[in-house]
Structures are given as structure tokens and as C-alpha cells.
């Protein structure tokens, strides 16, 4: 089992900039890729960025260029920095991690943490 606690959300107006960060415990050492999803109000949670154990990055299309994701092991965190925020980037995000037993691939969720960006 994996826990993750997210924080650093809230409000910003457009072309500001927010850090998320995301400390995970448990099971730490099963974690292959860790990440941040997001929701927004009537749309399907879509992926945001993703980072591997060998700190590989991985982004959507419509953070490139503003967004940064990072892993801390020795903090145990996944942070985001999220930079020139548009309105479009308003969501619930949640904080993601994956791991690998046995050929299985378990996936645990934070509880999501709220990003309003003003117009």
C-alpha cells in the first residue's frame, strides 16, 4: 500500500505560477512512476506528467513548455511546478503513483488537491 498526501493548490491568476508536491509513504520502494492527473468540472481526468524511477519526464501536449515535474527520493515527494497558468488549467489534481508486483501494476491516488487560475 501507498499513501499520498498533496498540497499547494489554490488560486492564481493567469500567467502565475504554483507548486504542487505530493509525499508518498508506505510501500515507497514498489514505486515505478509517480504523477499528477487532473480533473476538471464535467471532463474525464486526463494525464498531466508523469516521472519514472530513472527520472524520465513525460508531459501532456498542453503543459509542455510550463510545466516541471521532479522527484525527490530522498523526501519520498513528486513535485510540480506549474508555470504561465491559463484558466484551461483549472482542476482537481491528484497526485499519482504506480507500482509493479508480480507482473501487476497497483495504481494509488491522492485526494486531489484544487488549482483555480483567474482570467
Known amino acids: 500500500q501507498v499513501q499520498l498526501v498533496e498540497s499547494g493548490g489554490g488560486l492564481v491568476q493567469a500567467g502565475g505560477s504554483l507548486r504542487l508536491s505530493c509525499a508518498a509513504s508506505?510501500?515507497?520502494?514498489?514505486?515505478?512512476?509517480m504523477g499528477w492527473y487532473r480533473q476538471a468540472p464535467g471532463k474525464q481526468r486526463e494525464l498531466v506528467a508523469t516521472i519514472t524511477r530513472g527520472f524520465s519526464p513525460n508531459y501532456a501536449d498542453s503543459v509542455k513548455g510550463r510545466f516541471t515535474i521532479s522527484r525527490d527520493y530522498a523526501k519520498n515527494l513528486v513535485n510540480l511546478e506549474m508555470n504561465s497558468l491559463k484558466p484551461e488549467d483549472t482542476a482537481v489534481y491528484y497526485c499519482?503513483?504506480?507500482?509493479?508486483?508480480?507482473?501487476?501494476?497497483?495504481?494509488?491516488w491522492g485526494q486531489g488537491t484544487q488549482v483555480t487560475v483567474s482570467s
Open positions: 499519482n503513483a504506480a507500482t509493479l508486483v508480480a507482473a501487476t501494476r497497483y495504481d494509488y
Open positions: 508506505g510501500s515507497i520502494f514498489a514505486i515505478t512512476t
